[in-house]
C-alpha cells in the first residue's frame, strides 16, 4: 500500500463567550485545528489531528509514495523532522486509522486491548473564584464525573489552594482531584521566572493534605532533583512529560524515577507509538500512564485508544470546563465524545480511530 496524498484542512470555529485558559495569558476568541487526512492507493483513507502541522508541506513529499504500514519507519520519519520542523504526529494518527481499518480493528485493540471504558477525569482549563470552581466540579459530579483537575497559576497560588478546598469541601473525601500547575512547559514568549523550590514545597504540602490526587507539573523542564525532593519530602505524587520533545528525553525522565504518572500526549509530545514504549517502561517500574489530550476531540480519541490498549489510567483527562470549554467546542469537527452517567469514556469499536466526522461542520469552518 502506497500514500498517494496528504490533505491539510485548517479549521476555525468562533468561541462566544471566550475561553480563558489558565496556561495562556490571551484569552481566546476562536479555536483553530488542523485535520490531517491521508489517501492511499488502496483506497483506504486515514484521519488524524491534535496540533497545527504548521510548515508540513515542506516534508510532505517524504510520506508521498511510502507505506503507511511501515509504521516503525513512519515513526523514525516523523521524528527526523522534529529538529528542523514541527512535531507532526496527527499524521502518526492517520497512519495507525489506517492501520486499524485494515486490520478491521481498533486502535486500542492494536495497542494492547487492555481495557474498553477508563474513568474520565473532567480537566478544568480555566482560573475560577474558588466557590465557583467547587461550584463547577459540583456540576460535573452531578454529569457522572467522580474525578476533576484544577489549575492552579504561579502568581494566584492562595486562590488555586482556595479553589481545591472548597471543591474538597463541597464533594468529600472521595472525589478525586488532580491539580495542574503547568510549569514544565511554557507558552510561546512566557519568561517570567519559575517558582523557587521552597515555595513549592510549601504548596505541596497544602494541596498534599487536601487528598489531591497528584500534582502535576510543579516545577520547570528537568528540574529532576526539585521533583524528587518535593516527592520523597512532602510524600504527594507527581506527574508530568505531557510535552516533552523526544524519546530519549522521556527515557531520561524513567530511568531517572521522576515521576509517579507519565503523561506524554501521543499527538504533541512523542507520538503514538512511543507513547506506547513509554507506558510500558512505566508500567515496568510500576508507574503510571495517563496522557495529556488538551486538544480537539480527534486528539482526545488518539490518546483515548492508545491508553486503554496499553492499561492506561486510572484516569483519562477529558478536557471539559463549560461553558468556556464544551464538549461541542473541544469536538466541533466531529461527532462528540460524551462519558456515560458513571464517568467512564468508551473507546468507539468501529476499526481504527472510530472518528465520525461532522462533513457539514468541517464545509462550515474550514479557512
Ligand atoms: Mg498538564
Redo the contacts with the bound molecule.
Sequence with gaps: MKITDIKLTRLRVPLDPPFFAAWDPNPRTEFTATLVTVETDAGVVGYGSGDTMDGFEAYRHLFIGTDPMQILDQVKRIETINFHGGRYWPLEAALWDIIGKVANLPVATLFGGSKTKLAAYASFGELRKPKDRAKAAEAAHARGFQACKIRISRDRLSEGIESVRETRKALGPDFGIAV?M?QMWRMSGDIDNALPLNKVRAVAEQLHELGVMWI??PLPQFDIEGIKTIRSEVGVAISGG?MVRSMPELADLLSANTFDIY?PDVVLAVGLYRARQVAEMAALKHRLFTP?S?TNGLGVLANLHVSAGVGGGPYFEFPYDPPGWTIERRDFFLKPIDIDSAGFVHVPKAPGLGVELDLDAIKRFTI
Design positions: 495542574d503547568n502535576e507539573e505531557e503523561q495529556h488538551w
